[in-house]
């Protein structure tokens, strides 16, 4: 259970203590998540009114107020630079002026209640994830793809396209309200898991920092879970990821009623690849329940605030900014982006199945036409209860497009994300619509680095062979 020292019988002086080698073993734990990084952990703290902020401008409040695109640079900053105080007050104003509202409160909730009733519904094979270093082996129904699929359906189903309960546009026309909400019930959320996981863990792979502040961000639990449902799972793919696949088309809807139905092809060419970059996602699932966001990253602020606000908030800003102030570009371009954004995907999964078919065959199999180059690596997995250590082995992949780099998918989803990006054509509307892919590339970077921190310290010197086959972690002879 939870590894605060149990010197004193104060509860506060309980979580205010640690044996840190204690907390260490068998954990998962990583030292350094976010809140380690400077930057990211500045973004951290501003990220729940910045998700607010950029509600707000791409709202039809704001278009009304200001119908030319608010270029950062041309406008914006010039007439800060002015008043700052004004400018500070104005941008204070904006962001607090997106509330919930009960309609939206009623559509994310009926939106979670799809999704959790076809979680519990839908057939599949059972999976497994990695084992943890105390030794356990989550388990998971494999049926994501007919979640994505059947939910898409009773999406439009529902929608004015169908039975008419609503109007497709609704995640545009009720996004400010929404990711209020989902602000408020992100932080009562994350508030709970911080002490479940430290009183009612579901694994052993769970203990508290020492502090509240690092449990509430990093997390107290790896695999929470509330009757039998993974809340980290559930979280991260059933809500988040799905309320991204359908956003683009809703937006891309409003966008078109909106602007005398005329197509904006940089809209819609984003939204198509988005949606099949997130079909591709959950096909692919699988491999993301063994990625670093679920094998090492513990439910935390970080992670689960971050599927629950900062993914609809931020992922889907670039289109979103576009049902206000369309790309403009012509179908030529809009489709050469789509191709390039579609080339992105294709090779991120390719390079995902490379591995995934590598361990699966235990290294018995071919990869790019020759025999794979790879390191056998030692580990050790520790019973917590027993306190026995068991010596387990995996494959170190060095050949195909890990051997290139140790993270060169990353290269090809940000060659994805970038295109996104261009497509709402930021030479006609500002720098504003880059940031997700901007965000994307530092956390991506920041990502390889504390993957390269839990691999060394679960395989130690085999971990420092592999990096000798291969040296660069995202881009050769970049970085």
């Known amino acids: 259970m939870a590894t605060a020292s149990k010197t004193n019988n104060n509860d506060d002086d309980k979580y205010n203590k640690t044996d840190k080698s204690e907390y260490d073993k068998g954990t998962n734990y990583v030292a350094g998540g976010i809140e380690a990084d400077p930057y990211l952990f500045a973004l951290l703290i501003a990220s729940p009114f910045l998700s607010l902020l950029l509600a707000h401008?791409?709202?039809?409040?704001?278009a009304a107020w200001h119908p030319e695109p608010p270029l950062f640079f041309g406008k914006l900053l010039p007439l800060c630079l002015q008043d700052v105080g004004g400018c500070v007050s104005g941008v204070y104003q904006a962001g607090a002026s997106v509330v919930p509202t009960l309609e939206a409160a009623k559509f994310v909730l009926s939106f979670m209640g799809v999704g959790l009733v076809l979680e519990r519904l839908l057939p599949g094979k059972i999976e497994t994830g990695p084992e943890t270093l105390t030794g356990h082996v989550p388990k998971y129904v494999d049926n994501a793809v007919a979640h994505c699929f059947t939910f898409s359906a009773l999406f439009v189903a529902g929608s004015n396209f169908g039975l008419d309960f609503y109007d497709f546009g609704i995640i545009?026309?009720?996004?400010?309200?929404?990711?209020?909400?989902?602000?408020?019930?992100g932080l009562v959320f994350c508030i709970f898991l911080t002490f479940k996981g430290r009183y009612f863990p579901s694994t052993q792979d769970c203990g508290s920092s020492g502090s509240f502040l690092k449990d509430f961000l990093w997390g107290t639990e790896l695999y929470p879970r509330v009757g039998g449902l993974d809340l980290k799972r559930f979280v991260n793919c059933r809500v988040s990821m799905t309320f991204w696949q359908l956003a683009g088309l809703s937006y891309c809807y409003r966008s078109y009623t909106l602007h005398n139905n005329t197509m904006d092809y940089g809209l819609f060419f984003a939204a198509l690849s988005q949606y099949l970059y997130l079909v591709k996602f959950f096909y692919w699932e699988m491999g993301y329940m063994r990625s670093i966001d679920i094998i090492v990253d513990r439910a935390g602020f970080e992670i689960q605030w971050g599927c629950l606000v900062w993914v609809p908030s931020v992922y889907t800003f670039h289109s979103r900014y576009l049902v206000q102030y369309p790309s403009g570009l012509s179908f030529p371009v809009a489709a050469l982006l789509f191709v390039t954004s579609i080339l992105g995907v294709v090779f991120n999964y390719l390079a995902d199945r490379e591995r995934d078919v590598f361990?699966?065959?235990n290294g018995k199999c071919k990869v790019w036409g020759k025999d794979p180059t790879y390191i056998k690596a030692e580990y050790t997995v520790l019973d917590r209860k027993t306190g026995k250590k068991t010596q387990k082995t995996s494959l170190l992949l060095a050949s195909g497009f890990w051997g290139v780099a140790r993270h060169f998918q990353y290269f090809f989803e940000l060659t994805a994300a970038w295109s996104w990006c261009f497509l709402s054509n930021p030479m006609q509307n500002g720098i504003l619509p880059l940031f997700y892919a901007s965000f994307l590339t530092y956390l991506l970077v920041d990502r390889a680095n504390r993957d390269s921190?839990?691999?060394?310290?679960?395989?130690?010197?085999?971990?420092?062979?592999?990096?000798?086959?291969?040296?660069y972690k995202i881009l050769p002879g970049v970085y």
């Open 359 to 361: 361990r699966a065959t």
């Open 172 to 185: 545009y026309d009720l996004f400010p309200g929404s990711v209020a909400f989902l602000n408020l019930f």
């Open 453 to 471: 921190e839990k691999c060394k310290l679960k395989y130690g010197k085999y971990y420092d062979e592999y990096c000798q086959l291969v040296p």
């Open 57 to 62: 401008l791409t709202s039809a409040e704001f």
